[in-house]
C-alpha cells in the first residue's frame, strides 16, 4: 500500500467521525453533536504503544459517554497491534465504565481478515477473548451518486479505494475526485493521492484520460494545486537561487510525496533545467504519473 494510506485514513477518522459510527451500526440514528473525538491516549500513560489513532466518545456529556468506540485505522498487517488492541479496549473501559467496542478501518481484504480473527489474552477455560469489529471493502459501500458524494466526501473517498481494483471503479473514483475538489487543499490533494494510488490499471489509465481531456473540469485544478503548494513550499523554505530552481526543487518534492522513484541522474535532469514552462508541465504530469518516465514523455 501507498506509505499515504495510513495518514489519508486517519485523516478521514477525524475529520468525519460519524461515518464511522454509521458504518459499524446504521441501524442506529446518532446525533453528530453526540459524538466527541477525544485524546488518542487510552490510559493514564502516555507511551506510543497506548494511543489508539481515535476515540469517539459517544453520548450528550463526553464525561460520562454511553458508548465509546475505539478508532484504528490499519495498512499492514502488524502482529504487534494484536497484542495492543485488547489494552486499549481494558484501558478505555476502566476510565470511561461505558461500552466500548475497537473498530478497524481498512481498505485492503487480506488485512480485514487478518484483525477480524478473534483475540484471546490467557489460556485457562474463559480466558479473556475479544474480537475487533472490522470495516473493510465488504462493510463499504459502493458511492457512485454525486450528490451523496457531495454529503459525504470521506465516505465517497473511501469507497474509490476500497474498491479500486474492481470492474467500474473509475464511475466512483470520479465522483470521490470531484467530492474532493471543494475541500481545503490539504486533504483534496492527499484524497486525489489515495484514490489514484489505488485503482486498478483500467481504471487508472480511464481517469488519466479524463483528466487530460482539455473540457475535463479538473484537468487544471487538480494538478495545478499540487503545482502550486509545492512551489509555495520551495519558497517558504527560503529558495532564492532563482525562479526555475525554486520549481525544480518543488518538482523534487512533489516526486518524493507521489513515491516515484529517481535516479541521481533524474535529479539532476531536473535541477539543471532552466525553462519554468517545461518545469511546471513536469509537475503537472506528477498527478497522474507512475514513473519518472511518464513524467518526462514528449
Known amino acids: 500500500m501507498p506509505k499515504i494510506t495510513h495518514e489519508a485514513l486517519v485523516k478521514i477518522l477525524r475529520h468525519d467521525p460519524k461515518l464511522l459510527v454509521d458504518l459499524v451500526w446504521p441501524e442506529r440514528e446518532v446525533d453528530e453533536g453526540s459524538i466527541h473525538l477525544t485524546h488518542t491516549e487510552l490510559v493514564d500513560v502516555n507511551l506510543p504503544e497506548v494511543r489508539a489513532d481515535g476515540v ?100 465517497a473517498v473511501l469507497s474509490a479505494v476500497a474498491h479500486g481494483d474492481e470492474p467500474g471503479a473509475e464511475a466512483i473514483a470520479l465522483v470521490a475526485l470531484s467530492a474532493s475538489h471543494d475541500l481545503d487543499n490539504d486533504r483534496e490533494i492527499l484524497y486525489v493521492d489515495l484514490v489514484l494510488h489505488h485503482l486498478a490499471p483500467a481504471a487508472r489509465a480511464l481517469m488519466e484520460q479524463l483528466m487530460a481531456t482539455s473540457n475535463y473540469e479538473f484537468q487544471s485544478d487538480f494538478a495545478r494545486k499540487y503545482y502550486f503548494q509545492g512551489k509555495a513550499e520551495g519558497e517558504a523554505c527560503g529558495e532564492a537561487r532563482g525562479e526555475a530552481r525554486g520549481e525544480a526543487r518543488m518538482l523534487l518534492q512533489l516526486l518524493e510525496r507521489r513515491g516515484i522513484a529517481t535516479s541521481e541522474q533524474d535529479r539532476e535532469r531536473i535541477a539543471s533545467c532552466s525553462e519554468c514552462d517545461q518545469l511546471e508541465r513536469w509537475a503537472i504530469r506528477v498527478l497522474t504519473a507512475r514513473t519518472i518516465a511518464e513524467v518526462f514523455e514528449d
Open 56 to 155: 469517539l466518545l459517544i453520548g450528550d456529556d463526553p464525561k460520562a459517554p454511553e458508548w465509546s468506540l475505539i478508532a484504528e485505522a490499519q495498512d499492514c498487517i502488524d502482529p504487534k497491534k494484536r497484542r495492543r488492541w485488547p489494552g486499549y479496549v481494558t484501558g478505555n473501559f476502566a476510565r470511561h465504565g461505558c461500552p466500548v467496542d475497537l473498530v478497524v478501518l481498512t481498505v485492503d481484504r487480506e488485512i480485514a481478515a487478518w484483525a477480524s480473527r478473534p483475540i484471546t489474552v490467557g489460556r485457562l477455560p474463559g480466558a479473556l477473548t475479544f474480537t475487533p469489529v472490522v470495516v473493510g471493502p465488504d462493510q463499504i459501500p459502493w458511492i457512485t451518486d454525486p450528490e451523496a458524494a457531495r454529503r459525504s466526501p470521506e465516505l
